[in-house]
């Protein structure tokens, strides 16, 4: 073990600073040993004092760019959260040649390219294990454990948040408004939760994904981003008669056309492992050539969950330190003159099966026009369930599950469905992932 401790300074003192600061303290023994040298928090940069941790003597400043400024901090840690005083932040520590380490996925998934290219420029490193899937060691495994393969997809359920709404809500009926609460105050929401609730966090942490999945620069901006608040207990029960879960997946597959990337509900067969995910946890299940599929769960948010990936990157960059080494991988798992542009298959040229529901009047001959629709678009039909008519109503909801159909053939179905006479309001659609390949 060297006997120089790695000095570090930890920006925010929220949920994951204070969950960072006392884990290094806790298992600051284990810690060293497996980092070949101490960790030393030298600074912290935080607005207020956070009665979860005990800071002792360490330095305190309530401006955080102080910390990056600080001449003895080798590893900035960010943990306040956002793009803007973030990024300024983080660009401060790399232009004073210190490392990085940030749970920050809005930051690496909106400004990562930039970010990178910056941290190279100034012979430092930016580690972000903790940005995707908390707790979970997903960059790990995609930058290293699967770097023999051609990945050729990926399907998660990767924000905790909208997993245990969508679980609570299920198991004990409880209601969206009072789970998203409870979430908050258990630390697993977005300073915004609508960024957990209507799919851009899981959009954020897709587009890490699939970058280092497939060798692609980092496209926010093409992900295709559908949340949790329009589904229906209604939807959730129907999927369960059917034999099928609803979860909130990121789904980004390699094919000819090139690389779908979306983030949506989707009803997924309920012996499949990723439908059996609940709670505050995620899971990735990550399809490569030589491995085949491969499942990685855990916590995905959560103070200590978190901290362990933020002290995992710590521990990377101080063994690098102290072997007085540049970083040997590359920011996103690929020499960057490899990293390829791929083009984003449009929404419409998707292929999944999928889940209709309608209220049609319950009369002769609204089925037949229906399947005729559907046959005129060349989709064909897996089941249709009609249910029966509430006391004294005439209408009655009709479920569909259709075969593997592309995205635009059902838009087109679904549109001359909504025009029919017969059928009331709008078809509410959720896609199906078989997750076989
Ligand atoms: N909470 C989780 O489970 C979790 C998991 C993975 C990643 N993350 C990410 O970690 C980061 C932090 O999340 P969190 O949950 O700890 O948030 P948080 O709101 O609990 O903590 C952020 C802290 O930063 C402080 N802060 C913000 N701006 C500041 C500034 N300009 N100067 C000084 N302090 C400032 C806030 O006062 C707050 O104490 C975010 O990027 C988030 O997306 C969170
Ligand atoms: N708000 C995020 C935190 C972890 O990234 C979630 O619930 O998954
Ligand atoms: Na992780």
């Given amino acids: 073990m060297t006997s120089q401790a790695v000095k570090i300074g930890i920006c925010g003192l929220g949920t994951v600073g204070s969950g960072t600061f006392n884990v290094l303290g806790r298992n600051a023994e284990a810690i060293a040993a497996r980092a ?45 959260g956002g793009t803007t005083v973030a990024k300024d932040l983080v660009e401060e520590a790399l232009r004073n040649g210190k490392h990085v380490v940030t749970a920050n996925k809005a930051l690496i998934a909106e400004f990562g390219n930039e970010l990178f290219a910056l941290a190279k420029d100034h012979q430092a490193v930016i580690c972000y294990e903790a940005a995707v899937a908390g707790g979970i060691p997903i960059i790990k495994a995609l930058r290293e454990g699967l770097a023999g393969n051609r990945i050729e997809w990926l399907a998660g359920i990767i924000n905790g948040t909208g997993n245990f709404i969508l679980s609570e809500m299920r198991d004990k009926g409880r209601d969206f408004a009072d789970v998203l609460a409870e979430a908050q105050a258990l630390g697993y929401a977005e300073a915004d939760p609508t960024f957990d609730v209507e799919g851009i966090d899981a959009a954020h942490k897709l587009v890490i994904l699939a970058s280092l999945a497939f060798g692609m620069p980092l496209r926010f901006s093409s992900v295709y981003t559908e949340g949790i608040t329009r589904l229906t207990p209604q939807d959730v029960e129907y999927a369960e008669e059917l034999g099928y879960r609803i979860k909130h997946l990121g789904v980004a597959k390699q094919s000819k056309a090139g690389i779908e990337l979306r983030v949506h509900p989707t ?59 540049s970083f040997r991988v590359p920011s996103l798992g690929f020499a960057d003159e490899c990293l390829n542009d791929l083009p984003v298959v449009p929404m419409a040229e998707v292929v999944t099966p999928w889940y209709l529901r309608m209220v049609a009047e319950d009369k002769p001959g609204v089925l037949s026009a229906i399947a005729t629709i559907f046959s005129n678009e060349g989709i064909s039909i897996e089941a249709l369930i009609q249910k029966a008519p509430a006391e004294g109503e005439t209408r009655v909801p009709l479920i569909v599950l259709t075969n593997r159909a592309m995205q635009g053939s059902v838009d087109k179905a679904v549109s001359a469905i909504e025009a029919l006479d017969s059928i009331s309001g709008e078809v509410a659609r959720i896609r199906v992932e078989v997750l076989d390949g």
Wanted: hydrophobic share 45%; aromatic share 2%; net charge negative.
């Fill in 36 to 80: 070949q040298s101490s960790i030393e928090v030298v600074h912290v940069g935080a607005r207020r004092d956070n009665p979860d941790c005990d800071l002792g003597a360490t330095r305190v400043s309530r401006d955080v760019f102080e910390v990056a400024r600080d001449p003895d901090v080798q590893i900035l840690v960010e943990l306040i």
């Fill in 267 to 325: 009803l997924i067969p309920e012996a499949r492992l990723l439908a059996n995910v609940n709670g505050v946890k995620n899971a990735v299940l990550v399809e490569g050539d030589a491995v085949g599929p491969t499942l990685y769960y855990g916590a995905g948010a959560g103070a200590e969950p978190t901290a362990s990936a933020v002290v995992a990157d710590i521990v990377d960059l101080a063994r690098e330190l102290s072997a007085g080494q």
